[in-house]
């Protein structure tokens, strides 16, 4: 409930008169560590990272994210001992409650940090242990943030110091922004910006211990398939709780509960893991017929201040202009904003099905009541017109990479779960998950948004349960400039086989292939790359637009998930592993970022024979020299009647082609591109169903 109570106490400080500066000491470290001594390893980091430090695994991470964003205190060694002492700080008389607070970035070696307060007198008044639960090898988030009471050991203090001390081995700890507050401090969220980005938009939220946002008050539920009616109703009476709504058959349920055992009765702070909780309170009660327990976290794609109305359900005028549905079409599934089911590129990959509307009768069996072109799960009715223009844009982008396949029927199947404002929640996005995949059959479902923490039951189960209908989820990596190991997005960092997670890749001033400069990145948890940046689709009203981002390019591997699956069959193992050996190889450029370097080129995809589109196609051609300076020479290894040859660079944009070639064994053929740019390009070779594509560098 941020922004309501925020609103209120602003409210009543103005008019009581309080002084609204509770901060009674704050060290940044923006210009050096100042007047804090150091014994040991400790010095001081311009940047925020500790890149550049000897026997430090460093490794491309991202800098340390405090809310100053200027230098840190650094601590690099693994020696395990070293101090970072304050000042004396004079503390006013009559200040009783205390509040230390700070933003750390650490990684262990099987040691941690130690917080120590002394009195003046030398007399130790807090010697603490963080209890942050790091295996070695193991770190926080990159913006950890902590908020120590200290009124029980500072109560008529009048000077103290603070010290952070290593104990045990760490192989980094960056430290930022220390303050000492008068009043409880608010728990930011993760990313900082999200927070007023939400207060803004004026959704209520309440913030987990990793600084993830939930819905206040509500907890979801997912039921196994032994719990009856009546054990729900026992275990919902015992928590006092209200069912909100239900989905999937009611496997899902979102229930809102009063405060007290899972949220603070006035605040509706989080007071611990609902599972944890769970238990606690019930102890045996449960009998295994709750097989997970979920806050309604929030999840984002694009965040606008656009007007919050609801979609009415739809009426036959509505659909009346929309043609039949293609027949046997590959169902790939859209979870966003909705989608606009009256512009003119989109409305032939449109999904219909029987039910029919206006009946109010469940007439598929799904437990959705005239459902006929997907579902608005914000509104809670048949109409996902999108209000955003994300989700149209996402579908587009679909739509105009499998209409360049031809033999192939495709469908688009647009689930409303985030509402006019890009804000989706939990409940929305795990009871589209299933219904895609169990109730409409669907090959592909394209999650292009995520949220941060520490990941999700509910929504990893439903995912998990998708992939047993063989359901592949293209997810993007988010668009922090983050790396993924410290902070996970999900669900793209689901350590699932049935999750494809995408970023995106640039080419940078010097013409050099890079990861985009917004992307998330790591090679252990993002799969491949793809087009990302000034992507032109589909946006409501017939228009059409640009846009940049990770969900840009989402769509695009989710378009060349439905190609294969169209020549191969639905099997997300066999899909999920043609797109990464099918990937282009760029492991010096793109490695350090996304696993071996992939990088999809959709152009791979539309071809009429999965097996000549195998990695072990005979090799067709050898450019040489490589690198080149103006023509490139291709030197012929087996006959190609009727080749067509395309050069693209590493934007994808097409630069030249000549079509209707039929060069025999031991010819060369001669490409001129010496108008174009020094830098990395790639040779496309298509004949009859067969793609070669190989890597060239001109000079």
């Not at 239900?246 to 009765?265: H, T």
């Not at 948004?449 to 293209?474: K, Q």
């Not at 009727?642 to 070639?661: C, P, S």
């Not at 060369?668 to 070669?692: F, H, K, M, Q």
Request: hydrophobic letters at 40%.
């Amino acid at each position: 409930m941020r922004s309501i109570l925020k609103t209120l106490m602003l409210f009543g400080a103005l008019l009581v008169g309080l002084n609204l500066n509770a901060q009674l000491y704050e060290q940044t470290f923006d210009a050096g560590l100042d007047d804090w001594t150091v014994t040991g390893a400790w010095d001081w980091s311009a940047d925020g990272m500790a890149d550049g430090i000897p026997d430090t695994d460093w490794n491309n991470r991202s800098r340390l994210r405090s809310a100053s964003r200027g230098g840190a205190a650094r601590y690099a060694n693994l020696e395990g001992d070293g101090q970072l002492t304050s000042p004396v700080i004079s503390v006013p008389a009559g200040v009783a409650d205390l509040y230390l607070t700070f933003y750390q970035y650490l990684r262990s070696e099987g040691g941690g940090p130690r917080v120590i307060v002394t009195a003046a007198d030398g007399t130790v008044l807090l010697d603490s242990l963080l209890r942050l639960n790091l295996e070695p090898g193991e770190e926080t988030s990159s913006g950890s943030y902590h908020a120590i009471p200290l009124g029980e050991v500072t109560a008529n203090l009048s000077q103290m110091t603070i010290q952070f001390d290593v104990e045990g081995a760490l192989d980094f700890w960056l430290l930022d922004d220390v303050t000492l507050e008068r009043t409880s401090p608010e728990r930011p969220t993760f990313p900082l910006a999200l927070g007023p980005q939400l207060e803004n938009l004026g959704r209520d939220f309440v913030v987990d211990s990793v600084g993830a946002p939930a819905v206040p008050f509500e907890l979801i539920f997912d039921f196994s398939d032994a719990a009856s009616t009546e054990d729900k109703e026992i275990i919902r009476q015992r928590l006092r709780a209200e069912r909100v709504e239900s989905c999937v058959c009611d496997r899902l349920e979102l229930w809102k509960l009063p405060g007290g055992n899972f949220f603070d009765p006035v605040s509706g702070e989080i007071l611990g893991d609902p599972g944890e909780i769970l238990e606690r309170v019930l102890g045996s009660d449960s009998g295994g017929t709750v097989d997970g327990v979920d806050l309604n976290y929030l999840n984002f794609n694009e965040l606008d201040l656009n007007p919050d109305l609801p979609n009415l359900p739809l009426t036959p005028l509505d659909i009346d202009h929309l043609g039949p549905a293609p027949t046997d079409a590959i169902k790939v599934a859209i979870l966003d904003t909705g989608l606009d089911f009256d512009h003119p590129d989109l409305t032939d990959y449109l999904y219909r099905n029987d039910d029919a509307l206006g009946d109010l009768a469940d007439d598929d069996a799904d437990c959705l009541v005239d459902n006929v072109i997907g579902w608005n799960f914000v509104d809670g009715n048949n109409n996902p017109f999108d209000d955003n223009s994300h989700g149209t844009h996402v579908s587009g982008i679909v739509a105009e990479n499998l209409k360049e396949c031809a033999g192939c029927s495709f469908q688009l199947i647009p689930y409303k779960t985030h509402d006019s404002r890009g804000v989706g929640s939990l409940f929305n996005t795990a009871c589209a998950t299933l219904h895609a995949a169990i109730y409409e059959e669907v090959a592909v479902i394209n999650a292009s948004w995520g949220f941060y923490g520490t990941g999700s039951t509910i929504l990893g189960n439903a995912i998990d349960t998708a992939a047993s209908y063989g359901v592949l989820v293209t997810a993007a990596a988010g668009n922090d400039s983050l790396n993924l190991v410290a902070d996970a997005q999900y669900p793209a960092t689901f350590p699932l086989d049935n999750v494809l997670a995408v970023g995106t890749q640039m080419m940078d001033a010097d013409g050099n292939l890079t990861k985009a400069e917004f992307t998330n990145y790591n090679p252990d948890f993002v799969d491949v790359f793809t087009d990302g940046i000034m992507i032109n689709s589909t946006v409501p009203d017939d228009a059409r637009a640009d846009k940049t981002g990770t969900s840009m390019s989402t769509p695009a591997a989710a378009a060349a998930a439905a190609m294969y699956t169209c020549e191969a069959g639905k099997d997300f193992a066999q899909t999920r592993a043609y797109l990464l050996s099918t990937a282009t190889k760029f492991p010096a450029e793109l490695g350090p970022y996304v696993l071996d370097g992939n990088l999809l080129y959709l152009d791979t995809f539309c071809t009429t024979s999965v097996e000549d589109m195998s990695p072990t196609t005979p090799a067709a051609f050898v450019i040489s020299p490589n690198p080149i300076e103006e023509i490139i020479q291709v030197r012929i290894l087996q006959a190609l009647p009727g080749a067509n040859f395309r050069v693209y660079d590493m934007a994808g944009r097409l630069v030249t082609e000549t079509g209707g070639l039929s060069p025999l064994t031991g010819d060369t053929v001669s490409i001129d591109i010496r108008n174009e740019p020094p830098g990395l390009y790639l040779l496309s070779v298509r004949l009859a169903g067969r793609l070669w594509v190989e890597r060239l560098v001109k000079r």
